[in-house]
């Protein structure tokens, strides 16, 4: 266990559902990030929070909406996906600002 | 039209040999360097980091050469063994909050 906890494990939706990813971390760290990895490009960075406040936004769509209520939470909001949103999404913290990212096992979603 | 996937490189290593993994990073002003492995169905692992300041640091059956006058990363793992079979991605630290990932290379086991 890498202390960072994401939920579901799987996911299947329509494009023209409305579902969100969890993850939770147990680390007491102050930074979380969410990654998208796909089969045709290398881990990919969509957003970063430090201190629960968004950092970086990797020109990711609007379709995408992440929140960070506080710095053990991050949801992130699916709207509209298309299929080649289809991947496997990677949460992530770390203590301080990119410092060593623990990850999560990850939500493989599957968009029809 | 057919898509692709991401053609990585593998590299097959005898069990008990050292396996060498290379990585040429993108941003010559990145300062921080990590290693992570990746086995399936499983999000990365942290393996071991270094800073730009150093150019060699080891860990546990494992060490990590940095050379930036080419902007090159490897990883060494000594006395490979089956449960080191996985993916491994080497990771640059761009700016502040950004971690960047390369391709990744798979390490096969042969027995």
């Known amino acids: 266990e890498t202390g960072v906890t994401q939920t579901p494990r799987h996911l299947v939706m329509g494009m023209t559902n409305k579902k969100s990813l969890k993850c939770e971390q147990h680390l007491g760290h102050n930074a979380m990030y969410w990654y998208k990895q796909s089969a045709k490009k290398p881990l990919e960075l969509m957003f970063v929070y430090n201190f629960k406040e968004q950092t970086e936004n990797n020109s990711v769509p609007s379709r995408f909406s992440p929140e960070c209520p506080n710095s053990s939470h991050l949801f992130l909001h699916l709207h509209t996906l298309q299929p080649e949103d289809s991947a496997l999404y990677l949460c992530?913290?770390?203590?301080?600002?990119?410092?060593?990212?623990?990850f999560g096992s990850g939500t493989q979603l599957s968009v029809l | 039209g057919e898509s692709v996937g991401l053609h990585l490189p593998t590299l097959s290593v005898q069990e008990g040999d050292n396996s060498i993994i290379n990585c040429a990073y993108s941003n010559s002003a990145s300062d921080y360097f990590i290693w992570y492995k990746q086995e399936s169905g499983k999000g990365p692992q942290f393996i071991i980091d270094i800073r730009s300041n150093m150019d060699k640091r080891q860990g546990q059956r494992v060490t990590v050469l940095l050379n930036k006058t080419v902007k090159h990363l490897s990883l060494q793992i000594a006395a490979t063994q089956p449960g080191d079979s996985a993916v491994y991605f080497c990771a640059e630290r761009v700016s502040g909050d950004k971690i960047i990932f390369g391709k990744g290379t798979r390490l096969h086991i042969l027995p």
């Open positions: 992530a913290s770390s203590q301080g600002r990119g410092e060593k990212l623990f």
